[in-house]
């Protein structure tokens, strides 16, 4: 099983980039899924986080309006649309896989509740 982020890199302040993760191994289209970041010396902290059918969603305050987290399910693939990016935004990202397909405002914010993890991918933001 696993998880494939791609499509960091590095980029200007209000620039865009649009993260990718594709999953193998495992179907999952029954599995809520999540986008995660941990900046240098800093916990790995909840970005954004989707259901199983993609009809809910919920945002970290510091991403709501400028991040957009949609799904897949037929390419397995979850993904994270970053628009008006900003240097705070820096971080390694990790995308996040939930066995429990529905999720709540509280639980898709937690690290533990997530039963597999990608690679992480590189987002830099220069000023």
């Known amino acids: 099983v696993q998880l494939q982020a791609s499509g960091g890199g590095l980029v200007q302040a209000g620039g865009s980039l649009r993260l990718s993760c594709a999953a193998s191994?495992?179907?999952?289209?029954?599995?809520?899924r999540g986008w995660f970041r941990q900046a240098p010396g800093k916990a790995r902290e909840f970005v954004a986080a989707?259901?199983?059918?993609?009809?809910?969603?919920y945002y970290a305050d510091s991403v709501k309006g400028r991040f957009t987290i949609s799904r897949d399910n037929a390419k397995n693939t979850v993904y994270l649309q970053m628009n008006s990016l900003k240097p705070e935004d820096t971080a390694v990202y990790y995308c996040?896989?939930?066995?429990?397909?529905?999720?709540?405002?509280?639980?898709?914010?937690?690290?533990?509740?997530?039963?597999?993890w990608g690679q992480g991918t590189l987002v830099t933001v220069s000023s």
């Open positions: 989707v259901d199983w059918r993609g009809s809910t969603t």
């Open positions: 191994g495992l179907t999952f289209s029954d599995y809520a």
């Open positions: 996040a896989a939930d066995s429990y397909g529905v999720i709540d405002l509280e639980s898709s914010r937690l690290v533990d509740e997530y039963d597999y």
